[in-house]
């Protein structure tokens, strides 16, 4: 098959070169059906407009890269979905790649995608690489962070505030008001499942826990285990709030993936969720809404709109319109609700 | 900041210059532990290998490009799983691209992989895209096919056998067992749950449901919806099942996504699973255990093991140790269980 031209991929898709050439360069008003034609010619005729060449002249790669710990959460395909809709129709697409909480393997991705010279970095990041972070944004490489601080104020900028875009959530807040949903109702043992103290969420949300058990005067009652944000986590955890002497009348599970290993253990020990014990939830567990009873309690995480903010966040960085302003920080409080009957 | 050398990065890492090379250019033995130092090196010195160099001097890229249709659903993400602990060790990197049921998105999504150059794409097909993907083929592109076949025998090589490897599902058996559950339950009014008949997994397991009911002689009694793969799509199957006027007793649904929504819709409008309507499940839900009664008849998927083996077909693939050989299908056949309380 010898090379497709541009005239080719012109007659093929039955429109001028000039409009190939726009569509390949994201230059000047094309409909979104002539797209599609011009992406159909170029795919079935295998054209290749010298990708390098192309990328190299307008300095962009038109790529770009999603690194969460867990791309089996749907919080963060929730994001992903949002960033999505944004970033989408400016003709970007979404590379997303899985830490699965590993430190190291983030640093490995993190450089795989800056030498593919992705547009920008998306990064829900699994701890310990601030080093490796302000080294590529130093060297131009354009980051937002979504849902997870870096853990060290290294990443300030010479103004002090901090160097990258973050949109994350009120954790301590929304953690603080989920416990106090279950004291409320009269539970001080109470156990409480926590994501690694390594990255801000793990952190943050356990703040918010202690700061409403000490409100009380009851944080000596509290039981902690320290998950890893999957739903084995929250299964393990239940295992071992069984077996206590003292035993908690309630769980506040700290990410929705471990609050799904935390119900689907209650109900296969055969407990009733809330009358045997309560459950109160960072992050809604679909799931919830299958159980016997109601009264889940569960922060309404809206992921979606945060995908949105921070695909507004990546446009603004990627056509430079930021280079004016100090890095901006989003931050969701996210209500706490009560699943009813 | 002044570019790092690669005497630096093996200061930095504690190791000779030699074995920084080897590490860069994945020849010869060299320990977990190092690897580690050195990619820690390179990154926290933002040393640039020239990747570009690199990798045409390897004609490698180490990436592998995994395009699915829907990134959020826990059956591809276990096929990826699966291919992940096969290739990571042999220093791949997976990254994903939903391409959300669109075949056009499916199309810019393999041009653009294609363009990066990866080293295999590993591709669930939404359909359509059958031209295309015999180009990119044509055009030395490596590819393995997962779940879902392409839809026209064009994807053939002179020899007559298809021309992709391909790891997928014996659907239309595990559709038929399912189904038979059912109608050896009593149930014979029966609301079918379809994804699109587009792609082969509509197609076969819809064909599965057809052959269960004709053998019985009951298949004026079949109710259908087509659904597209999606929770939304459960829940909109059974709102219109229970507006029939002969409603069904049972449901079969026929992908995971989809059985969510229909148990989540059922529970919803107050209705017992399964005294007041049984449902079978192509693939598991998670969520299925927290039902109040047991019964949910469910096709046991092993999407970790069918990622090992793409996994390994990859490899062979990349290796070139499958030139002399034609592509290879594995068929998984998956039987069907019920979740006992």
Redesign the interface.
Known sequence: ?SKATIKQVAAEAEVSTATVSRVLNDSGYVSAEVK?RV??A?????Y?PS??ARSLKQDKT??I?VIVPD??N?YF?GI?RGI?DVVGPEGF??????SDEAP?KE??????LH??RVDAIVLATSGG?V??IN??R??GQRMVLIDRRLEEEAGTNETGLPALDLVAEDNVQSAYELTKALLDDGHVRIGAVNGPTRVSTGRERLEGVLRAMKERGVEDRLLLYSGDFS?EGGIRAVRQFLNEEEKPTAIVSLNNQMS?GV??EL??SGLRIPGDMAVASFGEV???????EPGLYYVDQDPYEMGLQAGDLLLRLIRGENEAHSPSSKIFHHEVKRIHS
Do not use: T, W
């Open positions: 098959m599609e992406f159909g170029i795919a079935k005729l295998n290749q990708a390098i038109f790529m890269g791309i089996s749907p395909m992903s999505e697409q979404l590379m997303f790649c899985s190291e640093a490995r991705l993190l450089q795989l030498e593919k690489n080093a490796n080294s590529l130093d060297n739903a799904l119900l689907l109900v296969g679909e799931a919830g809404r299958l159980l016997k």
